[in-house]
Antibody
Framework: QVQLVESGGGVVQPGRSLRISCEVF????????MHWVRQAPGKGLEWVAV????????YYADSVKGRFTISRDNSRKTLFLQMNSVRPADTAVYYC????????????????WGRGTLVTVSS | EIVLTQSPGTLSLSLGESATISCRAS???????LAWYQRKPGQASRLLIY???VRATGIPDRFSGSGSGTDFTLTISRLEPEDFAFFFC?????????FGQGTHLEIK
């Protein structure tokens, strides 16, 4: 059974750091790019970041560039998002999603999604 | 970036009826790269349609997508209990990819 399982969410103070993870079960991970997408309360989904299958290419939304870092461990079938200098506007449910391509681009739909992990930035 | 506007925000229908959800883009979606997803509470989102009209693997033919350019539609015929959920569209023809606000389909 295919599962993308996010973890690591929680409450974090503004300006602090948090790392969230996404472990993949039942479907190939190594040969595919991976994305993070978020949804703030009451708002639509927003693309956050993408990493190529080999981890060499990474791209970010302007809203997180310079603060967030996407990475992956293919041996552990796990995707990460290091979130630094977080802001209240980063409060959202964060989803990992897998497109049908190894390429780090945003011109793809998503075959598989996780259920999400909630990150709340608040003092 | 392309803004996607979905309507209606909430749709209340009875079992056996048909649902029609609209996704309008602020500019033409390149190559009709438009996808539709379904999400139920506590579950992962499921890909329904890509390329505006291609059903994903395992999706019943009650689900159909149509449209081109800036206007796209998801139609669900003969509504069954498991169809009631949250639906959203995504354009992936232009970077960055963007999403509609979503539509809640509820049982009347």
């Amino acid at each position: 059974q295919v599962q993308l399982v996010e973890s690591g969410g929680g409450v974090v103070q503004p300006g602090r750091s948090l790392r969230i993870s996404c472990e993949v079960f039942g479907v190939s991970f190594r040969g595919y790019a991976m994305h993070w997408v978020r949804q703030a309360p009451g708002k639509g989904l927003e693309w956050v970041a993408v990493i190529s299958s080999d981890g060499d290419n990474k791209y970010y939304a302007d809203s997180v560039k310079g603060r967030f870092t996407i990475s992956r461990d293919n041996s552990r079938k796990t995707l990460f998002l290091q979130m630094n200098s977080v802001r209240p506007a980063d409060t959202a449910v964060y989803y990992c999603a897998r497109p049908p391509s190894p390429v780090a681009g945003t011109n793809y739909y998503y075959d598989f999604w996780g259920r999400g992990t909630l990150v709340t930035v608040s003092s | 970036e392309i803004v996607l506007t979905q309507s209606p925000g909430t749709l209340s229908l009875s079992l056996g009826e048909s649902a029609t959800i609209s996704c309008r883009a602020s500019q033409s979606v390149s190559s009709n790269y438009l996808a539709w997803y379904q999400r139920k509470p506590g579950q992962a989102s499921r890909l329904l349609i890509y390329g505006a009209s291609v059903r994903a693997t395992g999706i019943p033919d009650r689900f159909s997508g149509s449209g081109s350019g800036t206007d796209f539609t998801l139609t669900i015929s003969r509504l069954e209990p498991e169809d009631f959920a949250f639906f959203f569209c995504q354009q992936y023809g232009s970077s960055p990819t963007t999403f509609g606000q979503g539509t809640h389909l509820e049982i009347k």
